[in-house]
């Protein structure tokens, strides 16, 4: 029963109702020990961890509803599909994009850029044409996009970053140009954190009608997306960074180009009919998922994002702003630390090197310690190179993480410095 | 932190802070390169390989205290040595750090014995391994760099 004191706490304002003791509580992975120390989950930007509601919804699945979509006259395989169908609908509204057709189930970002680079690429890319990307792009935007131009005899063109890890826009305009044909760019940078501006990065690339793709790996569970917002012609992320399974993830495409735009893989579900003359392909969204897909997944990601909406994208990103601020002042408080990466705009991503001190060993210092961070070049290896470094420790922060957990970051780092002297 | 203290013992520390034979060798006959993908050390191992003795071996590159360490005490303790020797080096230091409980072979081992502890950080093995496998990548003519993975 809701009570008129539940009625007035939803609504007072986002901070004060943020309670992160119990939002905890719904993930159950972070409430273990390692080495015998409470668990530190600070690898956020590689995967998220689950709430319960998400492990939850997977067992259910599996337990009673368990079928093929699509593809049954039977009651399970009905609900199946009703359940598939309504997670693209819960996909359309956490990107606020104007059709569920528009949602395409992909394995995660990394599939979702190499079916665009594979039926957008091989379609209107041709040889001298040129493809957009930037310094700070995971490689997964980066060799799709090498093997399509060494396909076609394109060439790629890069983005050049200042020292603080924010891409130069005036460079940016310099490289737009009658050959473009398309800008494939990152929504937030996995290695350094940075977020680029790509509302603005798309306007000036729609002005010379040139389509954007955006990476939003890392953007997804950090910030409020709205694919109409920014106008982007592609979005891309994957579930299981933002609270949802592994093997899921979404490509969200502008209508008018997943109309025109060939199927990526033949198979089951992706056809209207097929005769050895000719095979005609299924509407959208069915014509990019041939094969049985990932229910399981599916609907895991669709409760994921609910979770997500039910928390709210901006007091997340508020909350995670605050815990950024303070991780950013006990990095600097640490001995011979450096960040590598300080953009103005910057969410979630800590990446830091210690001074005579290789990433890896610093992981495994602070694996001792019970904090679980990455440490390596982050599948990054243009942004190591450009800064100079051979890895990086990273610490990415999710919405349950606390200032406890990053004093206990510092801690560690002092512990480091006391082994290596 | 004990078995931390084990991994980093004051060895290590100290030959990851001033690395034994570091640099390229001149008049080096046996040469390769090493590449750990994962946490992206590096290394170049060089020998001079006269009648089938290793009669001098440097190495250059960049890693982790695990690495560079294992780099520096295996350049100190294979000097000198035969081929046949080195392989059998090899094999020990290995066993010892995959074969569980192994004493045997680190009594063998003897300054090398120093790695035991890095058994207890499966994640750590390869940076160990890697300057080992590049030598033999090197005494076997193989100009492909090798690779951990
Ligand atoms: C910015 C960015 N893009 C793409 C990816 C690839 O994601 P996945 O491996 O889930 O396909 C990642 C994952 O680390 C990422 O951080």
């Known amino acids: 029963m809701i009570t008129a004191r539940d009625a007035r706490a939803a609504a007072a304002p986002a901070a004060a109702l943020w309670d992160v003791e119990r939002i905890r509580k719904d993930f159950p992975a972070l409430h273990q020990r390692v080495h015998g120390k409470p668990l530190v989950y600070l690898d956020n930007a590689a995967t998220s961890q689950k709430p319960q509601a998400v492990i939850d919804a997977l067992v259910a699945y599996y337990s009673l509803e368990n079928s093929n979509v699509h593809r049954g006259v039977h009651l399970l395989s009905e609900k199946a599909t009703q359940a598939y169908e309504e997670a693209r609908v819960r996909v359309q509204r956490f990107l606020n994009a104007a059709e569920a057709r528009e ?21 209107w890319i041709g040889a001298g044409d040129e493809v957009i990307i930037s310094t700070i792009e995971h490689h997964s935007n980066i060799v799709p996009w090498q093997l399509l131009c060494e396909e076609r005899g394109a060439l790629l063109r890069v983005i050049p970053v200042d020292d603080a890890g924010e891409l130069l826009l ?92 060939p199927p990526y893989q033949g198979g089951g579900d992706m056809i209207a009919s097929v005769t ?25 990601l669709g409760v994921a994002l609910d979770y997500l909406s039910g928390l709210g994208l901006d007091r997340v990103a508020a909350h995670e702003r605050e815990l950024l601020t303070y991780g950013t002042a006990t990095l600097q408080a640490a001995p ?37 961070v990455r440490a390596g070049h982050h599948c990054a290896m243009p942004v190591m190179r450009r800064f100079g470094v051979p890895a990086t420790v990273r610490a990415s922060l999710a919405f349950y993480n606390t200032r406890e957990e990053l004093d206990a970051l510092g801690a560690g780092l002092r512990e480091v410095r006391e082994i290596f002297g | 932190m004990s078995e931390l203290r084990e991994l980093y013992q004051q060895v290590i520390l100290d030959h990851n802070r001033k690395p034994r034979n570091f640099g390229k060798l001149d008049g080096a006959n046996r040469t390769a390169e090493g590449y750990n993908p994962l946490c992206g050390d590096q290394v170049r191992v060089y020998l001079d390989i006269e009648a089938g003795v290793i009669r001098d071996i440097r190495f250059e590159g960049s890693g982790c205290a695990i690495s560079k360490a294992a780099a520096s005490m295996m350049t100190a303790s294979l000097k000198g040595k035969t081929i046949g020797e080195a392989d059998q080096l090899f094999g020990r230091f290995h066993d010892m750090l995959t074969a569980a409980g192994n004493g045997g072979a680190a009594a063998e081992l003897g300054k090398l014995a120093v790695f035991s502890g890095v058994c207890e950080f499966p994640s750590r093995i390869k940076c160990a391994t890697l ?3 590049t030598v033999r990548a090197a005494l076997a003519g193989k100009d492909e760099p090798v690779s951990t993975e």
């Open chain 1, 276 to 300: 050895f003359e000719k095979t005609t392909y299924n509407a959208l969204p069915y014509k990019f998922e041939a094969g049985t897909p990932h229910i399981a997944g599916v609907i895991g």
């Open chain 1, 336 to 372: 011979g630390v450096r960040i590598i990466g300080t953009a103005r705009d910057k969410a979630s991503v800590l990446s830091f090197i210690v001074d005579g001190v290789h990433a890896h060993d610093v992981g495994t210092i602070l694996d001792h310690a019970g904090i679980a």
């Open chain 1, 170 to 261: 005036d460079e940016y305009a310099r490289l737009l140009g009658a050959r473009t044909k398309l800008v494939a760019v990152s929504h937030i940078s996995n290695a350094l954190g940075t977020v680029n501006p790509v509302k603005r990065m798309i306007e000036m690339a729609h002005r010379q009608g040139v389509p954007v793709l955006v990476d939003g790996a890392q953007a997804a569970p950090h910030l409020r997306v709205d694919v109409r917002e920014l106008d982007c012609d592609f979005y891309v992320f994957s579930g299981h960074k933002a609270l949802g399974p592994t093997g899921i993830g979404v490509l969200y495409g502008r209508a008018e180009w997943l109309e025109r735009m």
């Open chain 1, 103 to 123: 949602i395409v189930f992909v394995r995660g970002a990394t599939e979702g850029i190499n079916l665009v680079a594979a039926s957008y690429g091989r379609t």
């Open chain 2, 131 to 133: 300057p080992w496998h």
